[in-house]
């Protein structure tokens, strides 16, 4: 079975005010006289999603017509973020930018982040209306309380799991007080690694994650849970999946 977008080809593991993480984010230039270099996760995925950036986009651009489960979650998101009228949403792992466009369809003004300078300009080339930005979210260039709502579709799932406490930091950091985010990922408890993907040579790890865990972990960064869905794998169609599917909503507390 072709694996899907994002398991091309997952590990386990009360709320308070966004966790101290949130002070101390990832630097490429150190933070104060402490020189830091750049972590082999954060290389290998640049540069892996830099390699399949256009196969990419052929393949998965038209994903989301086979998941009205998917679109529904989205949907269900954008309204929320609406409703909340907090601000802007940010699409963290953006990638090509598709699920951005489909936010932006949906009236939420959306922009798109993405640690991979090569899936920002297929974004940029593909929506030029919308805006793309080269960026990680373990250092989000985003000032404190500017978002109404943060998406982190497939993309947390490339972090190790000692470094999710402060990716979730930086997203409880840059929303506004009841402002949301929504997370989609695969649920498992195994990580898999990936020497090729599209037909590129890559570098990647792509990690399972159970939903209570990933839940748990929100809430240390101080986000509340508000929804969960998990969805059994299209087996089916264009985009077989082997795994059940989990998308989180949480809330920053207002
Ligand atoms: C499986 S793709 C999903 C892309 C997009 N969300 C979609 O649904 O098409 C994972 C994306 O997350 C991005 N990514 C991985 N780690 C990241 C990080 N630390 N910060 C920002 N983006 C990251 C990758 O560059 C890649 O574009």
């Given at each position: 079975m072709r694996p899907t977008p994002f398991d091309w080809p997952s590990v386990p593991g009360g709320t308070r005010p966004c966790s101290a993480w949130a002070l101390r984010p990832y630097s490429p230039c150190g933070i104060g006289s402490v020189a830091m270099t750049e972590p082999d996760f954060l290389r290998d995925t640049r540069a892996s999603y830099d390699a399949v950036a256009t196969a990419y986009a052929e393949r998965f651009g038209d994903e989301l017509d086979a998941r009205p489960l998917d679109r529904g979650m989205l949907a269900g998101f954008a309204e929320v973020v609406r409703a909340a009228g907090a601000g802007p949403v940010a699409d963290v792992g953006?990638?090509?930018?598709r699920v951005t466009a489909y936010l932006d369809g949906l009236g939420v003004p959306a922009f798109g982040i993405d640690l991979s300078p090569g899936m920002i300009e297929v974004a940029r080339r593909t929506y030029p209306g919308l805006r793309f930005e080269v960026g990680s979210m373990l250092a989000l260039d985003l000032p404190d309380a500017s978002l109404g709502g943060l998406l982190a579709w497939y993309s947390v799932i490339h972090v190790p799991d000692e470094r999710v406490p402060e990716a979730f930091a930086e997203f409880c950091r840059v929303l506004a007080p009841g402002g949301l985010v929504l997370l989609g990922f695969q649920v498992g408890d195994d990580s898999v690694h990936r020497s090729e993907g599209l037909g590129h040579p890559v570098a990647l790890d792509f990690r399972r994650r159970r939903p209570e865990w990933v839940a748990e972990l929100l809430g240390q960064a101080g986000l509340e849970v508000r929804a969960r869905l998990l969805r059994e794998p299209?087996?089916?169609?264009?985009f077989p999946e082997r795994d059940q599917q989990a998308f989180l909503l949480a809330r920053k507390p207002a």
């Amino acid at each position: 079975m072709r694996p899907t977008p994002f398991d091309w080809p997952s590990v386990p593991g009360g709320t308070r005010p966004c966790s101290a993480w949130a002070l101390r984010p990832y630097s490429p230039c150190g933070i104060g006289s402490v020189a830091m270099t750049e972590p082999d996760f954060l290389r290998d995925t640049r540069a892996s999603y830099d390699a399949v950036a256009t196969a990419y986009a052929e393949r998965f651009g038209d994903e989301l017509d086979a998941r009205p489960l998917d679109r529904g979650m989205l949907a269900g998101f954008a309204e929320v973020v609406r409703a909340a009228g907090a601000g802007p949403v940010a699409d963290v792992g953006c990638g090509t930018g598709r699920v951005t466009a489909y936010l932006d369809g949906l009236g939420v003004p959306a922009f798109g982040i993405d640690l991979s300078p090569g899936m920002i300009e297929v974004a940029r080339r593909t929506y030029p209306g919308l805006r793309f930005e080269v960026g990680s979210m373990l250092a989000l260039d985003l000032p404190d309380a500017s978002l109404g709502g943060l998406l982190a579709w497939y993309s947390v799932i490339h972090v190790p799991d000692e470094r999710v406490p402060e990716a979730f930091a930086e997203f409880c950091r840059v929303l506004a007080p009841g402002g949301l985010v929504l997370l989609g990922f695969q649920v498992g408890d195994d990580s898999v690694h990936r020497s090729e993907g599209l037909g590129h040579p890559v570098a990647l790890d792509f990690r399972r994650r159970r939903p209570e865990w990933v839940a748990e972990l929100l809430g240390q960064a101080g986000l509340e849970v508000r929804a969960r869905l998990l969805r059994e794998p299209d087996d089916d169609g264009d985009f077989p999946e082997r795994d059940q599917q989990a998308f989180l909503l949480a809330r920053k507390p207002a």
